[in-house]
């Protein structure tokens, strides 16, 4: 199973914003549902957003409104635009599939203080 390769965190003021990119291969590339996770420590990973494969996407109710999911089909990638970011928005965020997949990648940290 090949991991994905998630990319574009990094150390961001409260109100900043970031694009984090996904690169899926393997099984992922077949599936109809992809999302973004997060993993704050001493919490378990939780869903962010989803995006079908036609496009439809949902959020979970604390990034509503700043966080947007989208993907490029032809690249095999996914990405996450988050906007005014909240010190409670840092965690390291993964992408896998919805239901995710045993393989999870690196993820990439964000952290959202001043």
């Known amino acids: 199973q090949v991991q994905p390769v998630e990319s574009g965190g990094g150390l961001v003021q409260p109100g900043g914003s970031l694009r984090l990119s996904c690169a899926a291969s393997?099984?992922?590339?077949?599936?109809?549902?992809m999302g973004w996770y997060r993993q704050a420590p001493g919490n378990k990973r939780e869903l962010v957003a989803a995006?079908?494969?036609?496009?439809?996407?949902t959020y979970t109710d604390s990034v509503k409104g700043r966080f947007t999911i989208s993907r490029d089909n032809a690249k095999n990638t996914v990405y996450l635009q988050m906007n005014s970011l909240k010190p409670e928005d840092t965690a390291v965020y993964y992408c896998?599939?919805?239901?995710?997949?045993?393989?999870w990648g690196q993820g990439t940290q964000v952290t959202v203080s001043s």
């Open positions: 896998n599939g919805f239901p995710p997949l045993d393989s």
């Open positions: 393997g099984s992922m590339l077949s599936m109809k549902v």
């Open positions: 995006i079908v494969r036609g496009g439809s996407t």
